[in-house]
C-alpha cells in the first residue's frame, strides 16, 4: 500500500493550494480516504473524509474553505483548500484505513507541507 501526497508549499494568508494524495496498492475504489492535519507542537486531527460512494464529511470549520473529491480513474483524493488561515499551517497526511479480522490498520502517506504566512 502506498499513498503519496503532494501539493503543499507557502502561500499567504487568504490564497489557495491543492492537495493530492495518489493511491497504490489497494482497491482504491472500494475504501474511503481522509485528510489529516498535524500542526507543529500539536496533535494530529481529521480534516476531511470522501467514502468510495463520493460522500463528504468535515470537521470543525472547514466546511465550505476546504473541499475533499476524488477522481477514482487516477486513484486520487484531493484537497482543495481555500480562504487559507495562519492556522492551517501543518503537514497534511492522507489515510486509508482498513480493518482486517477485527484490527484496524491506518495507512499514511509521507505528508506535505502546508506553510500560510500573514
Known amino acids: 500500500v502506498q499513498l503519496q501526497a503532494s501539493g503543499g508549499g507557502l502561500v499567504q494568508a487568504g490564497g489557495s493550494l491543492r492537495l493530492s494524495c495518489t493511491a497504490s496498492?489497494?482497491?482504491?475504489?472500494?475504501?474511503?480516504i481522509a485528510w489529516f492535519r498535524q500542526a507543529p507542537g500539536k496533535q494530529r486531527e481529521l480534516v476531511a473524509t470522501?467514502?468510495?460512494?463520493?460522500?463528504?464529511n468535515y470537521t470543525h470549520s472547514r466546511k465550505g474553505r476546504f473541499t475533499i473529491s476524488r477522481d477514482n480513474s487516477k486513484n486520487t483524493v484531493y484537497l482543495q483548500m481555500n480562504s487559507l488561515r495562519p492556522e492551517d499551517t501543518a503537514v497534511y497526511y492522507c489515510?486509508?484505513?482498513?480493518?482486517?479480522?477485527?484490527?484496524?490498520?491506518?495507512?499514511w502517506g509521507q505528508g506535505t507541507l502546508v506553510t500560510v504566512s500573514s
Open positions: 496498492g489497494f482497491p482504491f475504489n472500494d475504501y474511503a
Open positions: 470522501i467514502t468510495n460512494g463520493g460522500a463528504t
Open positions: 489515510n486509508f484505513r482498513q480493518v482486517r479480522r477485527g484490527a484496524i490498520e491506518d495507512y
